[in-house]
């Protein structure tokens, strides 16, 4: 089993940051992919950065503001200049192979709050 903690979280004002974490343990073998999403209310989950083998990918919304970053099993989202709209559940994802198999989890999810 794998299992993912996040932290983070919180109400922020505008211009302002946070710094999210996951941490992921358990009995994995490799981990591939380690990634954040959020979900906004009346939306759809969408892809905020992903780190995977060194190379990154970042959402056009927040390129420039946020920053992702891994260290063994725990991946990090630095969010400088936070807006209003950025305001969401964040949620980590982890791809990679276990003893069992390969496993894709999803972390509790981390609600963050940009006041304007």
């Known amino acids: 089993q794998v299992q993912l903690v996040e932290s983070g979280g919180g109400l922020v004002q505008t211009g302002g940051s946070l710094r999210l974490s996951c941490a992921a343990s358990?009995?994995?073998?490799?981990?591939?992919?380690m990634g954040w999403y959020r979900q906004a209310p009346g939306k759809q989950r969408e892809l905020v950065a992903t780190?995977?083998?060194?190379i990154i990918n970042v959402a056009d919304s927040v390129k420039g503001r946020f920053t992702i970053s891994r260290d063994k099993a725990t991946v990090y989202l630095q969010m400088d200049s936070l807006k209003p709209e950025d305001t969401a559940v964040y949620y980590c994802?982890?791809?990679?192979?276990?003893?069992?198999?390969?496993?894709?989890?999803w972390g509790q999810g981390t609600q963050v709050t940009v006041s304007s």
């Open positions: 994802n982890v791809i990679g192979l276990a003893l069992g198999g390969r496993y894709d989890r």
């Open positions: 358990g009995s994995f073998v490799r981990i591939n992919t």
């Open positions: 780190i995977s083998g060194g």
